[in-house]
């Protein structure tokens, strides 16, 4: 079975080879929100070991290897490495989905309108427009995975994952 996949269309400046910003609808926009909800043991797990930035990866393996001896009674390991998700949102998820949204390349979010995008283009000091390109993207299981890892070590997020910048 086949995982869903999230369309994204982002904005890219053909000169720095950076994305300006992403039109995202609300499927994009709650599965960046639904990354805050993670516990660390979660997001360690989903990464594993070998995409884990920094020692998080070596301490979740220790906790795997200690024997249950070592814990308390009614805690235990899984505990520590299956924890439960503090909240889910009902079917509804965390954003209305009338609403076009700009997610720009450090995953700040903000509703869309042309006046907004027309800003960002004079923030970036754009000054061709036949410098930008526009480029749909889909997001599947492996692009979000490396969207969580690269949030965690960079500013361009998606410069980053989509462009290999």
Do not use: H, W
């Not at 904005?11 to 994305?19: F, M």
């Amino acid at each position: 079975m086949a995982t869903p996949k999230v369309t994204l269309k982002l904005l890219i400046n053909k000169k720095t080879n950076k994305v300006l910003f992403a039109e995202a609808g609300k499927d994009f926009v709650d599965f960046l929100f639904t990354l805050l909800s993670f516990p660390l043991g979660t997001v360690i797990k989903l990464l594993s070991k070998n995409r884990m930035v920094g020692c998080l990866g070596n301490l979740y393996q220790s906790i795997e290897e200690l024997g249950d001896a070592f814990f308390q009674p009614k805690i235990g390991k899984a505990t520590v490495l299956n924890p439960k998700i503090p909240f889910r949102p009902s079917e509804g998820g965390f954003v209305k989905g009338v609403i076009t949204y700009m997610v720009m390349d450090n995953l700040e979010v903000k509703p869309m309108s042309t006046i907004s995008s027309i800003t960002m283009l004079n923030k970036f000091n754009v000054q061709e427009v036949g410098a930008l390109e526009e480029k749909v993207i889909e997001l599947g299981m492996d692009e979000g995975l490396n969207l969580l890892k690269a949030s965690l070590q960079s500013q361009t997020v998606l410069t980053n994952v989509f462009l290999g910048a």
